[in-house]
């Protein structure tokens, strides 16, 4: 009640300071066109006029929304609401003086000095705040502890924040200079503040400012321009924040609350990936959707939009009940009216997964359950052979068995002539749900093959923030390694979409736009940080780890490409395959790695022709080998 309150007055305030308006507008324009003329007399209904102007004026403002304004931030746009409301008062007391008024006295004349009046004592009652604080601002030296800042952008969005940053009594921040590409703005002041030149100049401009911090509010650039602007204000050594989209401009969300630390995805140079959400609405509403290894960091997201497209019910499945919990209470916090059902259990055991399909009868299955990480395999390798394989097995034969509508396979671009464990069991992975698929006839079977995910468990991102938080150094393989690169949002929306094109068999490949080099990366996310690099923070070469190569393909040879009406989604053409050859030799994969044999490798090898074996240890294996063999010569001597 007390929040009410304080809510109120001061609209009950102003609208009393506006009654005394029109009382002195009336009086004033009477006494004056009295003292010039001297022939005019005192007209009886004048009391009686100001009481109905009174009336009148209260109900205009309050129709045009004039004791809705806040204060501390009026602007042009409510200059234009209070003119149209005094057009609106003129035009009704013109009136009622060409009709009743005269027989009193009243005339135009008086009408058109008393609305003049009522218009400068309502603008100086809306305004005057803000004129005091420009005073205030002006000879008050406490600005001179708020922190600079440079604007890039001198559009709306920019102009907004300047002016919350000026007439707002507790911002932090000074805006002393603007940055612009429009010539036309070169030199001009907005609302004090200069523009000091264009987004070339950055760096030049920060310099003479003394800017301490850059605000960047170009939310409807184009991606390329935009990441090119922020590269630029990087390499100025200030922090650097941005508004993250035009969304916020259109909906009256431009603040300085709303701007953001610079991410990596911020110098990408592309555009956001956009997908047809009718489309993914189409074939997973009211349906029972079922994503495996859904607590993790692409099934987590899978789980997210899918909840966002009503489906009739979610199962998350996975064997990690810490990343499970999490999501299914993320999802219950923003979908109450969800049926979810989370499962902790195994892709691995063939059994449990047979009893969820055949209890809960999914019509869409995601199998985003995998081992990923490239280093970790090549010392496992009969894991990542045993979980990505037969794992996958076990799920694309249950969900044939039970009747799924569409079984959607996440896959990889490591899986294109493969120089590692995983992504040598990610391609047999496509031949399973391809050879299945051909032969199925209530399921569609398709795999999305894309390539590394921004801020995934276990990405490059994560890693190189934790090491510059430690002062660095920040480690890269190769100084030319290039990977292409999307962001989870991104690839889960495209595997959505895909699923949507399934007809069975495919494998979908998603456009990810050009590759970006790691190294580049590394030394972006120093600048973001506030650090030079190989000055404040070291960037070390390790060499390229087993299993590791400079780039990635996202096609075979064998293999071409055909699109679909999202330019960014295309089908591989798929590699006739020796059926018989392929679940014979997976029967002796099968028997080698859970024998721990040294010949697994060579199965996979004879699966996946084009897959290429590292035969180098990695540096722990070597490690724990030559420690035993020290261990084993210091017993015999």
């Not at 002006?138 to 001198?154: A, I, L, N, P, Q």
């Not at 993914?280 to 290894?293: A, E, P, Q, S």
Request: proline share 4%; glycine share 6%; charged share 25%.
């Amino acid at each position: 009640m007390k929040t009410k309150k304080c809510n109120v007055a001061p609209r009950i305030l102003l609208a009393i300071a506006d009654i005394f308006v029109v009382f002195l507008a009336s009086l004033a324009a009477f006494w004056m066109l009295t003292w010039l003329s001297h022939g005019i007399t005192f007209p009886l209904p004048l009391i009686l006029w100001i009481a109905a102007n009174v009336v009148l004026t209260l109900v205009v403002f309050v129709f045009l929304g004039l004791y809705t304004m806040a204060f501390s931030s009026v602007g042009v746009l409510d200059a234009i609401r209070i003119c149209f409301s005094i057009i609106i008062l003129g035009a009704i007391n013109l009136v009622a003086a060409a009709f009743i008024g005269r027989a009193h006295n009243i005339g135009f004349s008086y009408v058109i000095v008393y609305i003049s009046l009522q218009f400068l004592g309502t603008m100086a009652l809306r305004f005057i705040k803000r004129f005091f604080s420009i005073v205030k601002r002006t000879f008050h030296k406490k600005d001179d502890k708020k922190k600079r800042v440079m604007v890039v952008g001198g559009g709306e969005a920019g102009l907004t924040l300047i002016k919350e940053m000026i007439f707002s009594e507790k911002s932090l921040y000074k805006p002393v200079c603007i940055v612009d590409d429009d010539l036309k703005l070169q030199g001009k002041d907005i609302y004090d503040v200069r523009v000091a030149g264009t987004t070339k100049d950055v760096k030049e401009i920060v310099q003479k400012y003394d800017v301490s911090e850059i605000f960047v509010a170009m939310p409807s650039v184009c991606k390329k321009t935009r990441s090119e602007i922020i590269a630029r204000c990087s390499d100025c050594g200030c922090p650097v924040k941005v508004l993250p989209g035009i969304y916020q401009l259109a909906s009256g969300q431009v603040t300085v609350s709303k701007l953001r630390h610079v991410e990596i995805q911020d110098l990408l140079g592309r555009e956001q990936v956009k997908v047809d959400l009718d489309e993914v609405m189409g074939y997973i509403k009211d349906k029972i959707v079922m994503v495996t290894g859904g607590g993790g960091s692409i099934g987590s997201e899978l789980c997210r939009q899918i909840a966002s497209h009503e489906p009739k019910e979610l199962i998350i499945l996975d064997i990690y009940e810490n990343n499970a919990y999490e999501i299914e209470q993320e999802l219950k916090r923003a979908y109450p009216q969800l049926r979810l059902l989370t499962l902790i259990a195994s892709i691995r055991d063939k059994g449990k997964i047979r009893d969820v399909f055949d209890k809960y009868r999914p019509n869409i299955v995601f199998n985003a359950a995998a081992h990923k990480h490239v280093p970790l395999m090549e010392t496992s390798p009969n894991e990542a052979v045993k979980n990505n394989v037969f794992g996958t097995l076990n799920v694309a034969r249950a969900a044939d068995e039970f009747g799924v509508e569409t079984f959607v396979q996440i896959s990889t671009d490591k899986a294109v002539n493969p120089t590692n464990i995983m992504g040598a069991t990610k391609r047999i992975c496509e031949m399973i749900i391809q050879t299945i698929g051909k032969h199925s006839k209530n399921t569609k079977f398709v795999a999305v093959r894309f390539g590394n995910v921004l801020g995934s468990n276990g990405s490059v991102i994560p890693l190189f923030k934790k090491q510059i938080a430690e002062g660095g150094p920040v480690t890269v393989t190769h100084k030319d390694i290039i990977r292409y690169f999307m962001t989870i949002p991104e690839a889960v929306s495209l595997v959505l979409q895909a699923g949507a094109y399934a007809k069975g068999g495919q494998i979908f490949v998603l456009d990810m736009g050009e590759p970006v080099r790691i190294y580049d990366l590394a030394c972006n996310l120093i600048k973001l940080s506030g650090y030079e690099p190989n000055v404040d923070i070291e960037i070390k070469c390790t060499g390229l780890r087993p299993g590791e190569k400079l780039y990635e393909e996202r096609l075979m040879k064998e293999e071409g490409l055909q699109k679909t009406p999202n330019g960014l989604i295309n089908i591989a053409k798929p590699i006739p395959m020796d059926e018989d050859g392929l679940w014979t030799t997976l029967d002796r994969l099968y028997e080698a790695a859970y024998s721990e044999t040294d010949s697994m490798k060579d199965w996979v090898k004879e699966l996946v022709p084009t897959y290429t074996i590292d035969r180098r240890e990695s540096p722990a294996v070597e490690f724990m080998r030559t420690a035993a063999e020290n261990t084993k010569a210091a017993g015999n001597d």
